[in-house]
C-alpha cells in the first residue's frame, strides 16, 4: 500500500498493509510505531526524497521483541533536541529480536539559514540504533545506516545476566558529526556480545568544542570490525578513535583487521587483548602534530574464533590430570594433587585445523608458575611463556596442528609447583592463527636432569624424568661418566610419558655403568 493512499498516515498504512511505500514525499511521525505495528512489516521508499519527519522528543520506531520487519530506502529527519533512540531493537519479554533490516537516513531537522532557502543542520541529541538484549536475544539483524550530528551513532548493549546480542551484520554505516561514541559495544556482567560483523564502517568526527569524543567504546569478545574507516577532522576538542577503559566487563579477543585511523587511544595497554592490523595515526584533533604511523601488536587470532565454553558451563567436558577442578563465579579453579598437574580440554573437530596454526590465550593467575599448553600427539607438545602472579595476566601459546589426532589445550603447573598449587582462569579462548613474531614470546622449556645407573648385570636402566610428555629422543641429552665396565656402546630409545630407556650392547660386569642427562622440552 501506498502511504499516500491514507493521506500520509503511516501508522494506518500499517495497520491496513504489511508492506507500506513511500515515494517523494514527506510523511509526519508524532507517536511511536511498536511491535504490533512493525512486526512481519516493511517500510520501503525510494531514497533521501522519501522522508519520515518524526515530530517531538519519541522513540519513533520501537522493535520490542520485533522480527522480520525491513525499513529501507527512506530519510528519517528528527527534531534536534530529541533525546531518544530512532531505533530502538530490544530483545524481552515479548521475545527475541531477528531477522530486521534497516537502512536508511537519520539526520536533525535541517534548519532554514537565508532567505533563498540555504540550510545547514542542527547538532541533535539523539542516537540513532541501539540494539539491546534485556531477557531475550538480539540477533541476525541487518544495519546499513547513514546518521548525522548525533550524540550516539549505534550502541549494542548487554542490559541484564544472561543477555545476548550476537551475529548481526553491520554493513557501511557512515557516521558523523557526533557528541558522544559513534559505535558502543557496551556488555554487561554475565552477559554476551560477541560474534557481530561490522564492515565498512566510517566515522568521522567533526563535533567542535572542549569535549571529549568516542570513535568505537569497545567491550565484549570476537567482534570484527573489517575495513575500518576513522577520521578526526575536528579543529578542537579530544577525539579517541578506541576506547578499552572498561575494566568490569568483559572485552578481548576482538579484531580490526584492515583501514585506517586517526585518534588516540584510552587505555592503550590494553590492546594486547585484541587483534589489529590497521594503520594507526594518533592526534587528539586535525590541527594536532601527530606521531608516526605504527603498527600496534598483532596478536594471534584470524577471522576465526573459537571460545571454548567462556563460563565454563559445560565443566564435564574438561579433564583434570594430577589436579582437580571446579567451577567458581568467575571461571575455574585447578588444584594440583601430584606433580605435573595437567587441566585441558579436547578442542573438537581437529581435522578442521590440520595444517594450520592454533593460538590458545587464556585469563589466569596462580600460586606458582603455569603455562599454556597445545598437545596434539604422544610428541607434539609444545608450552608459551608461564604465569606466575598473584593477579590476572594473559598468557599464549601457537602451535602448528600436524596431524589429525585429537589435540588437548589448557594448562600445566611447572615442575617445581609445590602440591596443592593453585591456578584460577577466568577463561580460555582457542584461534586460527598464531601469534606474531613480533611479539617475540619466547617458549620457555621444562628442564629436568639427573643421573642414571645400569647395574653390573642389566644392559639397560628405565630413567624416570618426571615430565608429564612423551619427549622426543632428539630433546634428550645423555652423556657416560665413567667407563662403562664392559660395556662398549649405549643409546637411548623406548620413550614413553614420564620416562625414556638407556641401553648398553653388553652387560658393564663389574661396578656401574653411570650416564648424566638432562631434559630441556
Not at 117 to 126: D, E, Y
Not at 271 to 278: P, Q, T
Not at 281 to 303: I, N
Request: proline share 3%; with cysteine.
Amino acid at each position: 500500500m501506498k502511504v499516500s493512499v491514507v493521506n500520509g498516515d503511516l501508522a494506518l498504512a500499517l495497520s491496513l498493509s504489511k508492506i507500506v511505500t513511500l515515494d517523494v514525499e514527506t510523511v509526519t511521525l508524532t507517536s511511536t510505531l511498536c511491535r504490533k505495528s512493525l512486526y512481519d512489516a516493511s517500510i520501503i521508499g525510494i531514497g533521501d526524497l522519501s522522508v519520515i519527519k518524526v515530530v517531538g522528543n519519541i522513540n519513533p520506531f520501537d522493535l520490542q521483541g520485533t522480527q522480520r520487519c525491513t525499513i529501507k530506502d527512506v530519510k528519517i529527519i528528527v527534531d534536534e533536541n530529541n533525546e531518544n533512540d530512532i531505533f530502538k531493537i530490544t530483545g524481552n519479554h515479548e521475545g527475541e529480536c531477528i531477522n530486521n533490516t534497516i537502512s536508511c537516513t537519520i539526520t536533525p531537522v535541517p534548519e532554514i539559514i537565508d532567505a533563498v532557502g540555504n540550510t545547514r543542520l542542527p547538532q541533535g541529541k539523539f542516537t540513532g540504533v541501539r540494539l539491546v538484549s534485556e531477557t531475550s536475544g538480539v540477533h541476525n539483524n541487518n544495519i546499513n545506516v547513514n546518521i548525522e550530528n548525533c550524540r550516539n551513532g549505534i550502541v549494542m548493549e548487554a542490559a541484564t545476566a544472561d543477555a545476548w546480542v550476537t551475529h548481526n551484520l553491520f554493513y557501511g554505516c557512515y557516521i558523523k558529526q557526533f557528541t558522544g561514541t559513534a559505535f558502543s559495544i557496551q556488555e554487561g556482567g554475565s552477559t554476551s556480545i560477541i560474534n557481530n560483523i561490522i564492515s565498512d564502517l566510517r566515522i568521522v568526527d567533526l563535533a567542535e568544542g572542549n569535549i571529549e569524543k568516542t570513535g568505537i567504546k569497545l567491550s565484549g569478545m570476537a567482534n570484527v570490525f573489517s575495513n575500518l574507516q576513522i577520521f578526526n577532522d575536528a579543529k578542537t576538542g579530544t577525539f579517541y578513535w578506541l576506547d578499552l577503559s572498561a575494566t568490569d566487563i568483559r572485552s578481548y579477543n576482538n579484531s580490526f583487521i584492515g583501514g585506517g585511523v586517526e585518534g588516540l587511544i584510552k587505555d592503550e595497554t590494553k590492546m594486547i587483548d585484541h587483534y589489529f592490523n590497521l594503520n594507526i595515526v594518533k592526534r587528539a584533533h586535525s590541527l594536532t602534530e601527530f606521531d608516526s604511523k605504527f603498527a600496534p601488536v598483532r596478536y594471534g587470532k584470524s577471522f576465526i574464533s573459537n571460545i571454548l565454553d567462556n563460563n565454563f558451563n559445560r565443566i564435564e567436558n574438561y579433564i583434570g590430570q594430577n589436579c582437580s577442578f571446579e567451577k567458581t563465579s568467575n571461571g575455574v579453579k585447578v588444584t594440583q594433587t601430584s606433580q605435573f598437574g595437567k587441566f585441558y580440554v579436547n578442542l573438537l573437530e581437529p581435522s578442521k585445523y590440520f595444517g594450520k596454526y592454533v593460538t590458545v590465550t587464556m585469563k589466569v593467575k596462580s600460586s606458582y608458575k603455569v603455562f599454556p599448553i597445545i598437545v596434539n600427539s604422544d610428541v607434539s607438545f609444545l608450552h608459551g611463556t608461564p604465569n606466575h602472579t598473584q593477579e590476572y595476566e594473559i598468557i599464549s601459546v601457537s602451535k602448528r596442528i600436524d596431524n589429525n589426532n585429537l589435540t588437548q589445550i589448557g594448562l600445566v603447573f611447572d615442575v617445581n609447583a609445590p602440591i596443592g598449587s593453585i591456578a584460577e582462569i577466568d577463561w580460555i579462548v582457542v584461534n586460527e592463527g598464531r601469534l606474531s613474531p613480533n611479539e617475540n614470546v619466547p617458549n620457555i622449556p621444562y628442564k629436568a636432569k639427573g643421573i642414571a645407573e645400569i647395574i653390573a648385570t642389566e644392559n639397560k636402566v628405565i630413567v624416570n624424568h618426571g615430565l608429564p610428555f612423551t619427549i622426543p629422543l632428539d630433546c634428550i641429552n645423555v652423556s657416560p661418566i665413567n667407563n662403562l665396565g664392559q660395556s662398549k656402546k649405549w643409546w637411548i630409545d623406548q620413550s614413553s610419558e614420564g620416562k625414556f630407556s638407556i641401553f648398553v650392547d653388553s652387560a658393564p660386569g663389574t661396578g656401574l655403568a653411570k650416564f648424566a642427562w638432562n631434559i630441556e622440552y
